[in-house]
C-alpha cells in the first residue's frame, strides 16, 4: 500500500524551538489580550511582509468579518463565486448581499470586465480573492472602485508573502485579509490578519476584536472575540524564522512539476507575471479537452493511488443553497467561473514534499496522458477508467 500524500501538509518548526516560547508563557501566565508575543509577531509580520499596520487574528474568517464591520460595509457586494466559501458567508454574516461577478480563466481572479455592469446604488464594496496567492488585477479594481465611490476589501488569504512590482500585494484596497490557517504557507495552526494602511484604523479594528473595549469600562463598537492568543503568536514567531526557505522550497516544487508536466498534452499550470513574486500557495493545474481524462477522473485515479488533491473550488460558492437564489449567481451568468471550476485540479505542494513523492504524483499523470509524454492509446485508456 502506497503511502498517502495530501494536498498539503502544515509547516512545523523544530519542536525545540517552541518549548522555551511555551515556558515563558507558563512562567508569565499572559494567555491572550494583546501579549508581548502578541505584539512582537504584529510588529514582525508588519516588517516582513511590508505592510504599515497589521492586527492579528483568531482566524481568517474572524479577520473578514471584521473587515467589513470596520468599514462599516452595507447592502451589495460584489465578489467572487471562485473561492473557500468563507469569502461569501463573511458577507451574509455581516447581512450583506453578495453579488457574484464573473471571473478570468487565465487567472481564476474577478473579471474587472465585470464589475461596473453589477454596480446598483446599493454597492459599497467589493470584495475580491487573490485566488492561489496570484494578484487579482489591482490596478483596474481601484479605478473601478474610486469612479464609484466603493470600498475594497481583499481577500488575501492565500497572498501571504505576495509582491507586485515589489511591493506586497497587500497594501492594495482599504483592507486585505490573511489566514494563518494549517493549510496555509504561514500558518498558526488557526489565524488570520487585517492589513490596514493607518494607525487610526488599525485602533478601531484592535477595538472590534476585543468585543469593542476602549478602555476598563468604555465599549465603543458592537465588536466580536476574534483575539489571537499567546501560544498562537508565539508559533508564528517561530514559523516566521523558517519562512523564507519554506517559500524557497515551494519554488522549487513548483518548477520540477512544471519541468515534469511540461510535454503533457491536455495539462496546463500556472505562471506568475514576471512582475509577480509568487508564494506557490497551491498548484493548480488546468485538466482540458485533450487530456485523457477528465479533471473528475484525474481526481479519483489520484485518489485510488492514496493522493489526496483537491478540486479548489468546486462547487463554486454561487451553487450552495444559502447563495443559489440570488439573481447573480444563475449559472448561466458565471459561464467562465462554471467552467473553469470543472477543469481545475490542485495538486500536492508544501515544503517537505520530496522529490520521490512528487514523481509519484507525476509519472500517474503520464500513465494516462497520450502524445509525446506516453505513447499509450486512449482508447485503452478510457477503457481503464470507466
Ligand atoms: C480564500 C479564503 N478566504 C477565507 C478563508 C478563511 O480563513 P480561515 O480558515 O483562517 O478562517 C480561507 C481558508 O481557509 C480561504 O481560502
Not at 479577520?63 to 463565486?81: N, S, W
Not at 487573490?130 to 473601478?144: A, F, K, S
Amino acid at each position: 500500500m502506497k503511502e498517502n500524500i495530501f494536498v498539503t501538509s502544515p509547516l512545523l518548526p523544530p519542536l525545540e524551538e517552541f518549548i522555551p516560547y511555551l515556558e515563558q508563557i507558563w512562567q508569565n501566565k499572559y494567555l491572550t489580550n494583546g501579549g508581548a508575543f502578541h505584539q512582537q509577531l504584529e510588529k514582525a509580520l508588519a516588517e516582513y511582509l511590508g505592510v504599515e499596520h497589521l492586527c492579528l487574528f483568531a482566524n481568517g474568517t474572524l479577520a473578514l468579518l471584521t473587515a467589513l464591520q470596520a468599514l462599516r460595509i452595507t447592502g451589495e457586494v460584489i465578489t467572487t463565486p471562485y473561492s473557500f466559501v468563507a469569502t461569501s458567508h463573511s458577507l451574509l454574516w455581516n447581512g450583506l448581499t453578495p453579488v457574484f461577478a464573473d471571473i478570468d480563466p487565465k487567472t481564476c481572479n474577478i473579471d474587472p470586465d465585470k464589475i461596473e455592469q453589477l454596480i446598483t446604488p446599493a454597492t459599497s464594496a467589493i470584495l475580491p480573492v487573490h485566488c492561489y496567492g496570484l494578484p487579482c488585477d489591482v490596478e483596474r479594481i481601484q479605478t473601478i472602485a474610486d469612479a464609484w465611490g466603493l470600498k475594497v476589501i481583499y481577500d488575501a488569504a492565500h497572498a501571504f508573502g505576495v509582491t507586485l512590482d515589489n511591493r506586497s500585494v497587500l497594501n492594495f484596497g482599504d483592507l486585505s485579509i490573511l489566514s494563518f490557517h494549517a493549510t496555509k504557507v504561514f500558518n498558526t495552526f488557526e489565524g488570520g490578519a487585517i492589513i490596514c494602511p493607518d494607525a487610526k484604523m488599525k485602533q478601531r479594528i484592535d477595538y472590534l476584536k476585543n468585543f469593542g473595549f476602549a478602555g476598563e469600562t468604555t465599549v465603543v463598537a458592537p465588536g466580536i472575540n476574534a483575539k489571537m492568543n499567546e501560544v498562537q503568536a508565539a508559533f508564528g514567531l517561530v514559523q516566521l524564522q523558517h519562512i523564507d526557505k519554506a517559500l524557497a522550497d515551494r519554488e522549487k516544487i513548483y518548477h520540477r512539476y512544471c519541468e515534469a508536466l511540461r510535454d503533457v498534452p491536455g495539462i496546463s499550470c500556472f505562471s506568475a507575471p514576471e512582475n509577480v513574486e509568487w508564494n506557490h500557495a497551491y498548484f493548480p493545474v488546468v485538466v482540458e479537452e485533450d487530456f485523457t481524462l477528465t479533471r473528475d477522473q484525474l481526481y479519483d485515479v489520484l485518489k485510488e493511488q492514496n493522493i489526496y488533491s483537491r478540486r479548489y473550488f468546486y462547487p463554486l460558492i454561487s451553487s450552495f443553497s444559502m447563495y443559489r437564489h440570488l439573481p447573480s449567481a444563475q449559472p448561466e451568468r458565471l459561464p467562465q467561473a462554471q467552467a473553469v471550476a470543472q477543469k481545475i485540479l490542485c495538486l500536492p505542494i508544501f515544503p517537505d514534499l520530496g522529490e520521490e513523492d512528487l514523481d509519484r504524483v507525476v509519472s500517474i499523470i503520464r500513465q494516462y496522458s497520450v502524445g509525446p509524454a506516453n505513447q499509450l492509446l486512449a482508447a485503452d485508456i478510457t477503457g481503464a477508467v470507466a
